[in-house]
């Protein structure tokens, strides 16, 4: 795992405009989520549901590991047809995440707030899709709603 880039996501104190955020900012942030993004991935080919666990925010877990999210869900017609249930997070996770998102790439990054981003990769047609909602807590990156 490559060690955590030195500095900070924004220089605190100063009054934050997500749309005015400052090239270096940009930058240093994009290749943070970058690594970030690539470490998550590796976690989610080597299926380590509790390493991923530990890369989400407390509301997304119970979102995803809620019985109303599941069963939605599980409606889906690869899961459907597959007659897959999803009876929790870790069932989500195997089933869902690892077959979507051990791959993915961030190709592009939108500041929310100060310490919230959103994470894109860009299709072969450009297509700009989202891929995480990122708050930085605590000194790392978390997967946030």
């Known amino acids: ?3 955590p880039l030195p500095g900070p996501v924004v220089e605190e104190g100063l009054v934050f405009d997500p749309k005015n955020v400052p090239r270096e900012v940009y930058d240093y942030t994009k290749l943070d989520v970058q690594h970030y993004i690539e470490d998550l991935n590796r976690v ?7 390493a991923w666990v530990a890369n989400l925010g407390a509301d997304y877990f119970k979102e995803k590991n809620s019985p109303e999210y599941l069963r939605k ?8 047809t597959a007659g897959i249930v999803l009876a929790n997070a870790r069932d989500y996770f195997i089933h869902v995440v690892v077959p979507s998102r051990a791959r993915d790439h961030v190709d592009d990054i939108e500041f929310v707030s100060q310490r919230r981003i959103k994470a894109y990769t860009v299709t072969a047609n450009g297509q700009r899709l989202r891929l995480y909602d990122l708050e930085y807590e605590n000194g790392v990156w978390k997967i946030v709603n």
């Open 44 to 50: 989610i080919r080597a299926r380590n549901y509790e």
């Open 73 to 80: 869900v599980a409606e889906q017609p690869r899961l459907k």
């Open 1 to 3: 795992m490559p060690e």
